[in-house]
């Protein structure tokens, strides 16, 4: 094919504005990710305060730490070219939750301690496993078609998730357990990622990121019918609101 100089200036430009973009939605990704990442901190800090874990529950951020290293073992190089931003902000993912499961395992109880050392030796298990058996036994391709689906499937079970959250709301009519800024960091990361992924031709990135773009807006048009629900009830006469 021939190309004559303004075709190919005008080719790179398209190109580089493209590179230009993907990289910026894989890096705003990584910074609404971060949000949702330090989300928990006042739990923790709770829990170091107090001296325990009182009723928390551990099972949510060994399950992230999972779907954190998978998807962080997707972006790498052994398994997927191109896709660094997907193995930083997985990386980054998991040092939080593997912080938070730590903080956790050291103000448990004893039987407690012994669940979530063994739910967390298990995900390392589990991990090292797939590691085993997409570098042992699949070459390049079919290992980024292995490890891409399972991706797949952790991210969507991770999306799907606040929809028990989404159930009580619904319920009891109350945004309490909804926080607004991490449904909102939810979306916005999710639709980051889609773009990130639609412009490197990756379905392994942009279809589960796509669910939850949608999971996000589920939610935020839940939170603005809920409010505004709640502000109209409170206008009303107190009788009227009582009855």
């Known amino acids: 094919m021939d190309w004559d100089a303004p075709a190919l200036t005008s ?6 504005f493209r590179h ?6 894989g890096i705003a990704g990584n910074a609404f990710a971060f949000v949702l990442f330090v989300s928990p901190l006042p739990t923790f800090k709770r829990i170091v305060r107090n001296g325990s874990t009182e009723q928390f529950s551990c099972t949510p951020y ?3 730490l999972l779907n954190c290293l998978i998807c962080m073992w997707y972006g790498l190089p052994f398994v997927s070219y191109g896709v660094v931003l997907v193995a930083t902000v997985n990386s ?21 301690r012994l669940k979530v050392s063994a739910l967390l030796a298990a995900v390392f298990l589990v991990f090292g496993l ?3 058996v997409s570098l042992a036994l699949l070459d390049h391709k079919a290992r980024q078609v292995f490890v891409g689906y399972l991706s797949v499937a952790s991210l969507v079970c991770m999306f799907a998730s606040p929809m028990s959250i989404v159930n009580l709301v619904i319920r009891t009519k109350s945004v309490e357990y909804m926080p607004f800024y991490l449904s909102l960091s939810m979306f916005l990361m999710s639709a980051s990622f889609v773009i990130y992924g639609v412009l490197l031709g990756d379905g392994f990135i942009y279809i589960p990121n796509g669910i939850g773009t ?26 009227i609101t009582h009855t």
């Open 214 to 239: 949608i999971l996000g807006i589920v939610q935020l048009l839940l939170y603005a019918y809920i409010r505004k629900g709640s502000s109209e009830e409170a206008k009303l006469p107190l009788l």
């Open 92 to 112: 980054i993912g998991a040092v939080f939750q593997l912080a938070y499961t730590a903080v956790f395992i050291a103000f448990a109880d004893a039987k407690q």
């Open 11 to 16: 080719f790179v430009a398209d190109l580089s």
């Open 20 to 25: 230009l973009c993907c990289y910026g939605a």
């Open 62 to 64: 060994i399950y992230s």
């Open 130 to 132: 797939i590691v085993f």
